[in-house]
């Protein structure tokens, strides 16, 4: 069965520097997302990609934040200069439709120090 | 302010019993809805799309209320395995708005 695969699984930063959580979504599938849920909190949205371009974003993702799909498998979230509080599992998801059923990752837990 | 509500819980249930979760939504423009689970530090995992019929997969029965705005979820004949977080979703505009979660736990 097809899956959503993200790396690292785990990713150990230092305050202010550059991350990139990767994600290859299900291959036939057109719309990813990514959502980021803090420990013990409800999953959050923070952006919807289609068509190589955001759809819509949460006002979590702010100008620290972008996302990208580099080739045809990859797409990435890149947080520029991380925060305490950016600590969290993010995890990604992809739909083969913009109302069809999500399908998620396994996450990337990130801990900013 | 798109929000989807849930009873937090716990809900703790004897294994076999019949278990029920309501989930509000009040965006009145979501166009899917959808139940996953959670187990402690997992990705959401879908459990059953819902639909305005309603539907049913097992022992489990899902139903859209739009004039009320909820959705609801109903586990027969509670497994030891059922135990775990059920997110409830409500998509609309490339996202899905979520509850925190209602926490089962299913007691032998």
């Known amino acids: 069965e097809p899956e959503v695969t993200q790396t690292p699984s785990h990713q150990v930063t230092q305050m202010g520097q550059e991350v990139i959580l990767r994600c290859v979504p299900i291959s036939n599938h057109l719309y990813f997302y ?3 849920q803090i420990l013990g909190q409800k999953v959050e949205f923070l952006v ?29 979230l890149k947080i520029r200069s991380t925060k305490l509080e950016d600590s969290a599992m ?3 998801a992809s739909s083969s439709g913009a109302q069809e059923t ?6 990337t837990r ?4 | 302010r798109k929000e989807v509500e849930q009873d937090p819980g716990p809900f703790n249930v004897p294994e076999g019993a019949t278990v029920a979760f309501n989930c509000t939504y009040s965006n009145s423009a979501s ?3 959808f139940w996953y689970r959670q187990d402690c530090r997992k990705e959401p995992k879908l459990l059953m799309s819902v639909y305005s019929s309603g539907n049913e997969d097992g022992r489990f029965t899902a139903q859209l209320n739009r004039a009320s705005q909820y959705i609801s979820l109903l586990i027969r ?3 030891l ?23 089962l736990i299913i007691k032998p």
């Open chain 2, 77 to 79: 004949d509670s497994k």
């Open chain 1, 90 to 92: 993010y995890f990604c």
């Open chain 1, 48 to 76: 919807s990609f289609y068509n190589n371009e955001i759809s819509e974003k949460s006002e979590i993702f702010d100008d620290q934040f972008s996302v990208e799909r580099p080739d045809g498998s990859n797409f990435t």
């Open chain 2, 81 to 103: 395995s059922d135990s775990a977080t059920y997110l409830c979703a409500a998509g609309s505009n490339y996202q899905l708005i979520w509850g925190a979660g209602t926490k």
């Open chain 1, 34 to 36: 990514w959502y980021r």
């Open chain 1, 110 to 113: 990130l801990l900013v120090l």
């Open chain 1, 102 to 107: 999500q399908y998620f990752g396994p996450g």
């Open chain 2, 31 to 33: 166009q899917s809805f």
